[in-house]
């Protein structure tokens, strides 16, 4: 299983605001920044947010992302039909479990 | 402008050993803060970082994978080369390289990823 949790789906009708967690612990989320990379069906995944809340280039400020503690969160406001992706949640990691973690991925669905 | 392209063999056998290279254009892995960094996906599974290495030429390993992994540069050709021993059928992935860019914080995060190759395991 992933060194951080998230939920495994998401959903949400067009138009709407919906989140998606990701769960950590002191060695990674606790005490570096998170980034998060939305993958599209059969393509790369793509940077969306670094550092914790700042949107790469090009990223429309639908989505923003937040840290508390452990847990971080993306969230993406005037949910679109090609948000429909993967969300994935990354943070370095300073203990034994590799340098690099990521969450297990988010489904998000627009209904 | 940045881009990244994996190359290697579709299909390899149980206990070959796997060499991947990722050729890069747009930015030089002599800079400073410059990384590039391999991460692989199993079908239908989540995100897996394997390796990267810095413009120091210091080389860094997922730790579950570390004594069958092998990440070198030829910053001349502007490629990274990712080899991985003892290939078994649970290493069929798409296998991504990516660049690695810092902010002014020194902050980390994987900023441009290659389109990925695919690689199955089988004999």
């Known amino acids: 299983q992933s060194v951080l949790t998230q939920p495994p789906s998401a959903s949400g009708t067009p138009g709407q605001r919906v989140t998606i967690s990701c769960s950590g612990t002191s060695s990674n989320i606790g005490s570096n920044t998170v980034n998060w990379y939305q993958q599209l069906p059969g393509t790369a995944p793509k940077l969306l947010i670094y550092s914790n809340n700042q949107r790469r280039s090009g990223v429309p400020d639908r989505f923003s992302g937040s840290k508390s503690g452990t847990s971080a969160s993306l969230a993406i406001s005037g949910l679109q039909s090609e948000d429909e992706a993967d969300y994935y949640c990354?943070?370095?990691?300073?203990?034994?479990?590799?340098?690099?973690?990521f969450g297990g991925g988010t489904k998000l669905t627009v209904l | 402008q940045v881009t990244l392209r994996e190359s290697g063999p579709a299909l390899v056998k149980p206990t070959q050993t796997l060499t991947l290279t990722c050729t890069f254009s747009g930015f030089s892995l002599s800079s400073s803060g410059m990384c590039v960094s391999w991460i692989r996906q199993s079908p239908g599974k989540a995100l897996e970082w394997l390796a990267f290495i810095d413009w120091d030429d210091d080389k860094y390993y997922s730790t579950f994978l570390k004594t069958r992994l092998t990440i070198s540069k030829d910053t001349s050709k502007n490629q990274v080369v990712l080899t991985m021993t003892n290939m078994d059928p649970v290493d069929t992935a798409t296998y991504y390289c990516?660049?690695?860019?810092?902010?002014?914080?020194?902050?980390?995060?994987?900023?441009?990823w290659g389109k990925g190759t695919t690689v199955t395991v089988s004999s």
């Open positions: 990354s943070a370095w990691d300073d203990s034994l479990n590799g340098l690099w973690v």
């Open positions: 990516a660049r690695i860019s810092r902010d002014q914080y020194y902050h980390y995060y994987m900023d441009v």
